[in-house]
Structures are given as C-alpha cells and as structure tokens.
C-alpha cells in the first residue's frame, strides 16, 4: 500500500524558513514525478514544485528562487525547502507522486504552513 506522510510545517513569520518532509511507504525511485502542492482557504489546489525521476526541479513563478524541491531515493523521501516565506504562501501543503504506467496519483494527508506577517 502507497502512504505519503507529510511533516515539517508549522507558523512562522515572514522571511522566516521551513522545511517540509515527505516521506513514503514505496521506492520513490519508482513514481515518474513527486510534487509538492498546497491549499489555501477558500482557493483550488496549486502545484508548488515538481520533481521528476530524474532530479530535475520545477516550480511555481512566485516561489521560483525561494523554494527548493529535492529527491533522496535512498531514503525514500521528498523534501521542500521553502525561504524568505510570505504570508501569501499559508496554506495546507501536500505531497504527492504519480505512478507510471497507471497514472495514478496517491496524496499524503497535508501539513500546515502558516505565515504571519
């Protein structure tokens, strides 16, 4: 059974950093691309940060430069960086990966990023 387990969120203030954590029940080396998203009340889901099997990053524009996404296979986890944070960036902040060959996407269950301003 794939599980996603996110971490590492919590309320700071502006300017301030996190880290995020994701951590997974499967080889990650096995999903073609894991992501990071968030939620924020009232808003659609948004993709903050993609990862593909290769290690090659890409991100949202208003978190390009301030964010950073990376891949430990070894360890089977995803990590977002995130620096100089906004109050815009609050939100609920999920992990996710996508299966080859079905397509399918598993979800972790969020972690809440507050920034005060």
């Known amino acids: 059974q794939v599980q996603l387990v996110e971490s590492g969120g919590g309320s700071v203030q502006a300017g301030e950093s996190l880290k995020l954590s994701c951590a997974a029940s499967?080889?990650?080396?096995?999903?073609?691309?894991m992501n990071w998203y968030r939620q924020a009340p009232g808003k659609q889901r948004e993709v903050v940060a993609t990862v593909n099997r290769g290690g090659i990053p890409t991100y949202r524009v208003s978190v390009e430069g301030r964010f950073t996404i990376s891949r430990d296979n070894a360890n089977n986890m995803v990590y977002l960086e995130m620096n100089g944070l906004k109050p815009e960036d609050t939100a609920v902040y999920f992990c996710?990966?996508?299966?080859?060959?079905?397509?399918?996407?598993?979800w972790g269950q969020g972690t809440q990023v507050t920034v005060s301003a």
């Open positions: 996710n990966g996508v299966w080859p060959g079905t397509g399918t996407v598993y």
């Open positions: 499967v080889e990650i080396s096995t999903f073609s691309v």
